[in-house]
């Protein structure tokens, strides 16, 4: 069975760097073409696809915001770490990691339910 | 990067009617396309891969098609649970890119 589940803190203030950690269960990121996103829903409700690490550490990220974007993986742990710097209310939103079965189906076919970040002073 | 479009943004519909939804790229994806089904306060759900697959588990009345850069979702017989929010994503090239999501009403 897979499941996912992000983690982080709900409050962040503005400058400050957001962590954020997905745990999963029931595949490994060690398996060839695995792939592993995050993205993340405004409240307005539009979702923006932010980054990705694939199994063999091969790194993606969103245009727009690559410059404040660090993805990263502890294979040991299932686990995978996204780093937002900079944060601006503008970032409040839902985030969400959910997987790619392979490079080769890149649709996200299982999601973690999502944790809601809040950038204010 | 893709500008996905989704238009419009409510529609409405009867349970037991049967409704399309349309998705448009701004440039050619070929049929690398999902659609998702999203509910209040829940993940997205994915519905459809590869613009016209069925993920396993979803029900046959869901149904997609297109290729290039117009795709449809149809939804056969609307059952009360369909009423929600759909998306489309493109990844056919980074970034990939959703469309701002239609939401289906009770008519």
């Known amino acids: 069975q897979v499941t996912l589940r992000e983690s982080g803190p709900a409050l962040v203030e503005p400058t400050q760097t957001l962590t954020l950690t997905c745990t999963f269960s029931?595949?490994?990121?060690?398996?060839?073409?695995?792939?592993v996103s995050w993205i993340r829903q405004t409240p307005g409700k539009a979702l923006e696809w932010l980054a990705r690490i694939d199994w063999d550490n091969d790194k993606y990220y969103s245009t727009s915001l690559k410059t404040r974007l660090t993805i990263s993986k502890d294979t040991s742990k299932n686990q995978v770490v996204l780093t937002v710097t900079n944060v601006d209310p503008v970032d409040t939103a839902t985030y969400y990691c959910a997987r790619s079965p392979s490079v080769n189906k890149l649709d996200f076919d299982y999601w973690g339910q999502g944790t809601l970040v809040t950038v204010s002073s | 990067d893709i500008q996905m479009t989704q238009s419009p943004s409510t529609l409405s519909a009867s349970v037991g009617g049967r409704v399309t939804i349309t998705c448009r790229a701004s440039q050619s994806i070929s049929t690398w396309l999902a659609w998702y089904q999203q509910k209040p306060g829940k993940a997205p759900k994915l519905l459809i891969y590869?613009?016209?697959s069925l993920e396993s588990g979803v029900p046959s009345r869901f149904s997609g098609s297109g290729s290039g850069t117009e795709f449809t979702l149809t939804i056969s017989s609307l059952q009360p649970d369909d009423f929600a929010t759909y998306y489309c994503?493109?990844?056919?090239?980074?970034?990939?890119?959703f469309g701002q999501g239609i939401k289906l009403e009770i008519k």
């Open positions: 994503q493109q990844y056919s090239s980074l970034p990939y890119t």
């Open positions: 590869d613009a016209s």
């Open positions: 029931g595949f490994s990121l060690s398996t060839r073409k695995m792939c």
